[in-house]
């Protein structure tokens, strides 16, 4: 349930196209809850028939030109519902952690490649995170809105970093394995 709130999020932050949200969600939010083009096409759909955003107004109608959408009173209340509901946690689940786990049983061929190409992604991406903190996070961006952007930024900086040290760990343990 957590696409149509993602897209709330983005749309009362700045009103937005289809086109611009996507383009919104492969820059930043799709860093941490991914949706494809189709996904958020549909649900901005869902989310006018239900009253939630409209569309705003064009400048100069044109046939085939792009909407833009705001949020509506009742997409602002959903969404402010949303947040302070209570939600469980959910499990990570990892296939390289069930592999490494099915390793124990069927033997490590070709494993270590892996878990070294991890490693190697996972810097990269860590790497990137970094330099996002650095551009948009300075000291003097303060502001309430601006802390809890940072906060989801180093959720993403402090993961990243976990696994670069456990991949490191593991492939540590591969180099003494018999």
């Given at each position: ?5 993602a ?11 289809g ?52 949020v ?106 018999p």
């Amino acid at each position: 349930m957590s696409l149509p709130h993602a897209i709330l999020t983005a749309l009362l932050e700045r009103p937005s196209s289809g086109l611009d949200l996507t383009r919104r969600f492969d820059r930043s939010i799709g860093y941490f809850w991914s949706a494809t083009h189709q996904q958020i096409y549909r649900e901005l759909g869902r989310l006018e028939a239900d009253g939630h955003i409209r569309a705003l107004p064009a400048e100069v109608p044109a046939r085939g030109q792009k909407k833009s959408y705001e949020v509506l009173p009742a997409g602002r209340a959903e969404l402010a519902r949303w947040t302070a509901a209570p939600q469980e946690p959910k499990p990570h689940r990892d296939a390289l952690l069930l592999r490494l786990r099915a390793a124990a049983v069927v033997g490590t061929d070709g494993l270590k490649g892996e878990l070294a190409r991890y490693l190697d992604l996972h810097e990269r991406q860590l790497g990137e995170y970094r330099e996002i903190e650095k551009r948009d996070f300075p000291p003097e961006r303060d502001s309430a809105e601006d802390r809890l952007r940072h906060l989801v930024l180093r959720a993403g900086i402090d993961l990243e970093t976990f696994w670069t040290q456990w991949l490191t760990h593991a492939l540590a343990e591969f180099d003494r394995l018999p």
